[in-house]
């Protein structure tokens, strides 16, 4: 994708000329390599994707494991039923992503972008089967500078193929976290998805196939923001991926027998291997740059040439500003991680977790809201005792059928009617009106107004243990 843009100047007495306001878009063809840390980089690609299209087939207490059910409002997570009330999940959740990203980069910079991001997960995938139809990086770019053949159609056509079965299957897989998977390969039998089906397959697979197979380091340079306000996050003493200047300058080619320290030359070979594997296709030897993403590729090739050369590894490494500067050892630049900004930073994060593994050891198994009946806010009845009418909402958050009684407290011989149980089926919420009264002699000892009163709705069982109650508060008004 070109991005070459130009806006023309008029000069006076002259001609016309342009300035380029932007460079054109050049195609990276971008190397492989192996080493350390390609290897967890791999690593990280199978259990994000083993998660990702593993858990829509994963059967649980007869559905998906995972399933965000829209049309039902419900949301399972293996033994957890979660309803629209319970979003505060949801926020905590997000809470954490962020602080956790903020975290990380504090520390460590963009591990997530060079490791776990669906972008460069997916654009890791895209490579491989770009390798497999296309070869090595030389062998891809001799490939499209030649003219069109068989052999080059075949090539082409085949590659396309597998981005476009891969990214289907990507969007197949998304909705089977909304459309129960049993459901889903019924439909895909006679392609009888529903309009909102096909969007989102062909959405989120158009996604997969534009932004891995074309768009790749560009989504990264110029449409993540995360790429741009990372730098607000980088101190001097955030581990980056650095290059030795003072090691590796001057550099320059030479003979494996070579002594480069009596030639007055550095470390660095000047091979440019550490550009070609850059999937960015940054120069890390110019300094620190937004476009890396911190996937140690350069690292990896570095490493490889100095042991062929027989030279220290390390040339190419995870260090800090700080650390290069002052040439710390690892354990020196570990201690100063430990700093102000990243004791901030886990501090909130530890109590958020806390707080959200607590609310959801808490969570009762059901829920009750209480609402006032709109049209009787109160009125009098036979005896002259005062009524008042509600309508309770009680949710189940179980997969089995539960039997609920509602009772009433706070006002001395308050009673509902009726005074009946409530049965509701699994994962199934229920609205039940009732009315609560209070005799005329309470009447007579209370002041007219409103008057706290309280719901306990309680589910009960066979074993006495398993009695769970949850408490609603509301109000109960005494007319003049």
Known sequence: MSTDTTETLQEEGSGR???ELYAAHKKIYAKAVSGFFTNWRWALVW?????FYGLPWLNWNGRSAVLFNLETRRFYLFDMVLYPQDFI??????MIAAYALFLFTAVAGRLWCGYACPQTVYTEIFMWIEKKFEGDRNARMKLDAAPWGADKALRKVGKQSAWLILSLWTG?????YFTPMTKLLTEAGGLDFGPWEWFWIFFYGAATYGFAGFMREQICKYLCPYARFQGAMFDPDTLIITYDEGRGEPRGSRG???DYKSAGMGACVDCGLCVQVCPTGIDIRDGQQYECIGCAA????????MDKMGYERGLVRYSTLNGMKNQWTKAEQIRHIFRPRVLIYTGILVVVLAALFYGIWSRAPFKVDVLRDRTTLARVVEDGAVENIYRLQIMNATEQKQVYRVRVSGLDHARIIPDETVRIDPTEAEWVTVSVRIPFETVQKESPGVKPLQFDVVRQSDASDSQVTVREKTTFVIPR
Do not use: M, R, S
């Open 298 to 305: 350069c690292i990896d090739v570095c490493d490889g040439v």
């Open 172 to 176: 197949f897989t998304f909705v089977a």
């Open 89 to 94: 999940f949801l926020t905590a959740l997000l």
């Open 47 to 51: 259990i994000t994707q083993i998660i």
């Open 17 to 19: 000329a342009t300035a």
């Open 256 to 258: 494996k027998k070579v």
